[in-house]
């Protein structure tokens, strides 16, 4: 059995059933920008990225971003709804330098809906998008402080990666997913 099909044998609640997760489309880039800003006013902390800057982008720059995540196999952005309303959001792209490794980005689910099995959902829906292209292993940066976010990762099957860890700022855990 492969390391990230263990996520599969996870309990999930009734209710995940009512929320829908898809890719982005082109057209969503409002959609997106919304949910974005949302993420980053909620959990600053959980982002590279600052509400004020993402504030400050051009309507183009929201675009080109959605675009390039509605297609392909260089990066994807997939969104989870409920009754139509965006919820949720996960995102993977190519590390340049790395081809066959996809980065995890953006992950965030609405306050008030989390422990729903969303953020599996969605990850569910990454790893199944990751590998039909390719991808042989998924890496993400989690801040350290953030337990609750490890032990999420570390139950889908991520492990601790020690070498990038060390190079990375003080804060950050480097942990990384087989799909092999």
Request: proline residues 3%; negative net charge.
């Amino acid at each position: 059995m492969c390391n990230w099909t263990i996520f599969l044998h996870l309990e999930m609640k009734d209710y995940r059933t009512l929320i829908s997760t898809r890719r982005i489309k082109e057209t969503d880039s409002f959609l997106f920008r919304e949910l974005r800003l949302r993420a980053l006013k909620d959990s600053p902390e959980a982002f590279m990225s600052s509400y004020e800057s993402a504030l400050s982008r051009s309507p183009a720059s929201w675009r080109e971003q959605v675009e390039l995540s509605s297609m392909g196999s260089m990066r994807t952005t997939l969104l989870a709804f409920d009754a139509g309303r965006a919820v949720g959001i996960v995102a993977a792209y190519q590390i340049e330098s790395s081809p066959s490794v996809a980065e995890i980005l953006q992950v965030w689910v609405d306050p008030n809906y989390r422990g729903r099995g969303i953020a599996l959902t969605l990850f569910q829906d990454v790893i199944a998008w990751a590998t039909s292209n390719g991808y042989l292993k998924l890496i993400a940066t989690i801040h350290k402080e953030n337990a609750e976010v490890v032990e999420f990762y570390e139950r889908l099957g991520f492990d601790l990666n020690e070498r990038e860890t060390a190079q990375a700022p003080e804060r950050d855990l480097i942990l990384l997913l087989d799909l092999v």
